[in-house]
């Protein structure tokens, strides 16, 4: 789509940090995952996919060798950068505690999610859809950055654009998950015409909360990517043949 790269920052991620959550214009992807597409797994020409990343580390202003990112599964597995990288590397958690590195998140529905600790100088990231989050991915993450030395009070979370309430109907068997891990939290199921929806944002807010992030540390109302096509890719929309986002955050 034709425009300029545009990024949504969070008012909670505090300055000495690099963040944020691209749209999907200002690229060279064509089609529908025209054109600022990030992710390499769906089948978009490798190429294209690289210089979409370097424009917009260029945009940033980090060098396109500073990404680091690992194969998501829709897992629970936090990376601390340093660590020895296994063979697949697949964490769908990423944790820094030094400038240089630049932390990717991709999600198409799924919520990429970023990390900071201003205290203790610590980021991270994750990728968070149905399943991460009933497992705690984003708790993993928080205690991950306190073996870096990092308090959970300390640290502020940004949710990026992800599917909302709105849009994500689910079957009674995910309801059941999410009531055995949540409870009668309020807002968490909706109703919906055909069947229940979920609220991930609220869950997430849960997760975050018994990990010890304050309340009011957590920026979790992002706009909901099916239901804005010209701004986001959307799995749920698209499918495979669509596009995927990036949240970044790096120590600046």
């Given at each position: 789509m034709a425009g300029p790269i545009r990024i949504l920052r969070s008012p909670l991620?505090?300055?000495?940090?690099?963040?944020?959550?691209?749209?999907?214009?200002?690229?060279?992807?064509?089609?529908?995952?025209?054109?600022?597409?990030?992710?390499?797994?769906?089948?978009?020409?490798?190429?294209?996919?690289?210089?979409?990343?370097?424009?917009?580390?260029?945009?940033?202003?980090?060098?396109?060798?500073?990404?680091?990112?690992?194969?998501?599964?829709?897992?629970?597995?936090?990376?601390?950068?340093?660590?020895?990288?296994?063979?697949?590397?697949?964490?769908?958690?990423?944790?820094?505690?030094?400038?240089?590195?630049?932390?990717?998140?991709?999600?198409?529905?799924?919520?990429?999610?970023?990390?900071?600790?201003?205290?203790?100088?610590?980021c991270g990231a994750a990728h968070s859809g149905w399943r991460g989050t009933v497992g705690g991915v984003a708790a993993n993450v928080v205690a991950r950055m306190a073996e870096c030395g990092s308090r959970p009070a300390d640290v502020r979370v940004a949710l990026g654009p992800s599917i909302g309430p709105c849009c994500f109907e689910v079957g009674p068997e995910v309801v059941a998950e999410f009531r055995a891990a949540f409870g009668d939290v309020p807002g968490l199921v909706v109703a919906g015409p055909r069947k229940d929806h979920l609220d991930l944002r609220v869950a997430t807010r849960v997760v975050l909360e018994r990990a010890g992030v304050r309340a009011e540390h957590v920026d979790a109302a992002p706009p909901c990517t099916r239901c804005e096509p010209e701004r986001f890719f959307s799995y749920r929309r698209d499918g495979k043949d669509g596009g995927v986002h990036m949240g970044f955050i790096g120590l600046a």
């Open positions: 991620i505090p300055d000495g940090f690099l963040h944020g959550f691209p749209e999907r214009t200002g690229g060279v992807s064509t089609g529908l995952r025209a054109s600022l597409n990030l992710g390499r797994r769906w089948g978009d020409d490798p190429d294209l996919v690289d210089e979409n990343r370097r424009l917009l580390a260029v945009h940033v202003g980090y060098d396109p060798a500073q990404l680091v990112a690992t194969k998501h599964v829709h897992g629970t597995a936090v990376w601390c950068v340093g660590e020895p990288l296994p063979d697949p590397a697949e964490f769908d958690g990423l944790v820094c505690d030094r400038p240089g590195p630049v932390l990717g998140a991709f999600a198409a529905d799924c919520i990429p999610m970023v990390f900071a600790d201003p205290v203790a100088r610590v």
